[in-house]
């Protein structure tokens, strides 16, 4: 069973400029997280989908940052435009629903630098 | 809103040995999960043991163990017989789960623990 994917693994951008995140959860997971990790900080959780729903956006830093999930399969989480602050890895995490044991599954990040 | 603290940002060990990471939270909650998650050099994370508020037994995994002290807000994880493959940063996560009102089942962590273990 393929794990959770994410593309690209590391992204390079300037300051002002787009960046798009992919996120592929296990298949199957409903529920699906965004989180980040900013250098020296506590991983923080920016988003929940359940399907295609945002279940809740409470972390999302500010409205340059759009997640969506269309179709409730894959995600992504377009930064517009990019500030320096926004540098940090980015981890997507799948978990079942209804499983109980509330298991996240997580992908290997995307290293985001904004220079 | 919860805070989960990690005191020990980094430790180092001898191969065989026991080790015990610490962890500390703060909720007003009365249900919710405990994790641990693994992060080795490079590779994904991975979770390592769970546990729920709700028990009073201790969650063990093979060489890894809790002492979870609810009243406290404690939540250490033990590893015995420590192993080279156990290096990794080492995360504590709480999660109050969706069914006690949360709305979703974001983990909080903690800054998390470098473990070394040295041959």
């Known amino acids: 069973e393929a794990g959770v994917t994410q593309f690209p693994s590391h992204s390079v951008i300037e300051k002002g400029q787009t960046v798009t995140l992919r996120c592929d959860p296990i298949?199957?997971?409903?529920?699906l997280y965004w989180y980040r990790r900013v250098m020296g900080k506590e991983i923080k959780f920016l988003l929940h989908?359940?399907?295609?729903?945002?279940?809740?956006e409470s972390g999302m830093p500010n409205n340059r940052f759009l997640a969506e999930r269309t179709g409730g399969t894959y995600s992504t989480l377009k930064v517009q435009p990019a500030e320096l602050e926004d540098s940090g890895v980015y981890f997507c995490?799948?978990?079942?629903?209804?499983?109980?044991?509330?298991?996240?599954?997580f992908g290997p990040g995307t290293r985001l630098t904004v220079t | 809103a919860q805070t989960v603290t990690q005191s020990q940002p980094e430790m180092s060990v001898q191969e065989a040995e026991t080790v015990t990471l610490s962890c500390t939270y703060d909720?007003?909650?009365?249900?919710?999960?405990l994790f641990w998650y693994k992060q080795p050099p490079s590779r994904q994370m991975i979770l390592v043991i769970r546990?729920?508020?709700?028990?009073?037994q201790n969650a063990t995994e093979n060489r890894f163990s809790v002492n979870f002290q609810k009243a406290a807000k404690s939540f250490s994880l033990k590893i015995s017989d420590s192993q080279l493959g156990d290096t990794a940063m080492y995360f504590c996560?709480?999660?109050?789960?969706?069914?006690?009102?949360?709305?979703?089942?974001?983990?909080?962590f903690g800054k998390g623990t470098h473990l070394i273990i040295q041959p």
């Open positions: 996560a709480f999660m109050k789960p969706w069914f006690s009102g949360g709305g979703a089942d974001g983990l909080t």
């Open positions: 995490a799948s978990s079942q629903a209804g499983s109980g044991s509330y298991e996240q599954y």
């Open positions: 989908f359940v399907k295609e729903s945002k279940q809740d």
């Open positions: 909720t007003s909650e009365n249900n919710y999960y």
């Open positions: 298949s199957g997971h409903d529920n």
């Open positions: 546990q729920e508020a709700y028990k009073q």
